[in-house]
T-cell receptor
Framework: GENVEQHPSTLSVQEGDSAVIKCTYSDSASNYFPWYKQELGKRPQLIIDIRSNVGEKKDQRIAVTLNKTAKHFSLHITETQPEDSAVYFC??????????FGKGTKLSVKP | ETGVTQSPTHLIKTRGQQVTLRCSSQ?????VSWYQQALGQGPQFIFQYYREEENGRGNFPPRFSGLQFPNYSSELNVNALELDDSALYLC????????????FGSGTRLTVV
């Protein structure tokens, strides 16, 4: 079935460093790839998304890159801050029309 | 605030019981999707309703059922609750079947004991 693989499952960085989370997807028809941030006890919140007609999108300290040929996409967070600590989920839209999520990456930013 | 509201926020049920969760979609949105998020996992698609009809279903048994009303609000019903049904249940609404900018409600945390 359709699948989204996400790596790493945990990531610890020093404040100010960069963090990169990578995902691969199996449905070549997928054309939309959102990223969600989930803080403890809260709902997932959309932080950035990218459509298949672009290779990169940036919003302040956050950027997402997409390689459709290789079927992978990545989240890049620069100048990390303690408030970036959370679980991050990637997702891909499936041909049925729903989102398939990765298993999540727990990011810890140490002051 | 996303405009998607869910109730109740927390619920404790006994195994074997039935539960109904509710979702009010954002104004102007006619599609509601439901997801189950077990502890430590990503959200998993349960089903989607578009204009009061089920429009796609994930790998969940028939004891998970739903409804969408003329005002596009929705209910998720789970019969014969099992311990593994304990999870955060999220709904999201969208205008039509386009999922761009998909945002979730705050969720209902269901605990089955």
């Amino acid at each position: 079935g359709e699948n989204v693989e996400q790596h790493p499952s945990t990531l610890s960085v020093q404040e100010g460093d960069s963090a990169v989370i990578k995902c691969t997807y199996s449905d070549s028809a997928s054309n939309y790839f959102p990223w969600y941030k989930q803080e403890l006890g809260k709902r997932p919140q959309l932080i950035i998304d990218i459509r298949s007609n672009v290779g990169e999108k940036k919003d302040q300290r956050i950027a997402v890159t997409l390689n459709k040929t290789a079927k992978h996409f990545s989240l890049h967070i620069t100048e990390t801050q303690p408030e970036d600590s959370a679980v991050y989920f990637c997702a891909a839209i499936w041909s049925q029309g729903n989102l398939i999520f990765g298993k999540g990456t727990k990011l810890s930013v140490k002051p | 605030e996303t405009g998607v509201t869910q109730s109740p926020t927390h619920l404790i049920k006994t195994r074997g019981q039935q539960v109904t969760l509710r979702c009010s979609s954002q104004s102007g949105h006619n599609t509601v999707s439901w997801y189950q998020q077990a502890l430590g996992q990503g959200p998993q698609f349960i089903f989607q309703y578009y204009r009061e009809e089920e429009n796609g279903r994930g790998n969940f048994p028939p004891r998970f059922s739903g409804l969408q009303f003329p005002n596009y609000s929705s209910e998720l019903n789970v019969n014969a609750l099992e311990l593994d049904d304990s999870a955060l249940y999220l709904c999201a609404s969208s205008a039509g079947l386009v999922l761009y900018g998909y945002t979730f409600g705050s969720g209902t945390r269901l605990t089955v004991v």
